[in-house]
DNA sequence: GCGACAG
DNA sequence: ATCTTGTCGC
């Protein structure tokens, strides 16, 4: 698919605020999506002592979630790990990792968070704003946030809450399993976003989706 | 000032 | 993120 890529990208936090700022304000937390037939994960692994970025892009058919295509992209890191600033340490290789899909897919579930983020902009909003695409972050982890004690049933969720706003949900994709933490990206309400993560989500804790780029960005050769 | 802190 | 084997529990 064509991308059309920033002309620089920062370097510092300093640098990278108002680009932030800038495009916060194009984030939509509606629903503005196609059917859904092809459904990406992104995830980005990091090679000789992180100097190098790798992304990898599964993308599956949906809803039976079978490999249709892959790709592979690999890029010197130019951005250190702060929290809050994760999105431009791996967009930038992401999108690489991206062009060279001949699927466009209708949706992507990036590994981070999409508005559960200090500045409502995590590596899922500047993924999606960027290629205007649908994006779901689908985390791991907890990066900021309240909520309430979930029941141990998958399909359980409870909103996950920051200055008095719902900012995503905290999901058991698995009975008696650690949670995910989910959140719109761009062009995807809370409620879609959380019933397709769980329709991605089959025999594991993570999404089919994400399992795949997780194998495929942390392979070495 | 003291913790917390996506990947 | 990444280094790493077997092992305990649902």
Not at 136 to 153: M, V
Not at 166 to 179: D, E, L, N, W
Not at 185 to 191: C, F, K, N, P, Q
Request: charged content about 20%; some cysteine.
């Amino acid at each position: 698919m064509k991308i059309q890529h920033p002309q620089t990208w920062p370097e510092t936090a300093e640098e990278a605020i108002p680009i932030q700022e800038q495009l916060k304000s194009l984030v939509v937390t509606t629903d503005q999506l196609e059917s859904i037939q092809y459904v990406a994960g992104v995830d980005v692994g990091f090679l000789d002592n992180y100097t190098i970025s790798q992304a990898a892009v599964a993308v599956l058919s949906f809803p039976d979630l079978q490999l249709q295509e892959q790709a592979i992209s690999q890029r010197q890191t130019t951005f250190p790990y702060i929290p809050g600033f994760l999105s431009f340490r791996e967009v930038p290789v992401i999108l690489e990792a991206l062009e060279k899909l001949t699927i466009i897919p209708d949706i992507i579930i990036c590994d981070g968070q999409g508005i559960a983020h200090p500045q409502r902009f995590g590596l899922a909003c500047h993924l999606g704003v960027l290629i205007d695409l649908p994006t779901i972050g689908a985390a791991k982890s907890r990066f900021i946030g309240t909520h309430q004690e979930l029941a141990a049933e998958k399909g359980s969720w409870k909103p996950l809450i920051d200055g008095g706003e719902v900012i995503g949900a905290v999901v058991r994709s698995r009975t008696h399993v650690k949670p995910l933490y989910v959140s719109p990206g761009h062009r995807i309400s809370l409620e879609t976003a959380i019933n397709l993560v769980l329709q991605c989500t089959s025999k594991y804790r993570l999404p089919e989706t994400t399992r795949w780029a997780d194998y495929l960005a942390s392979k070495s050769d």
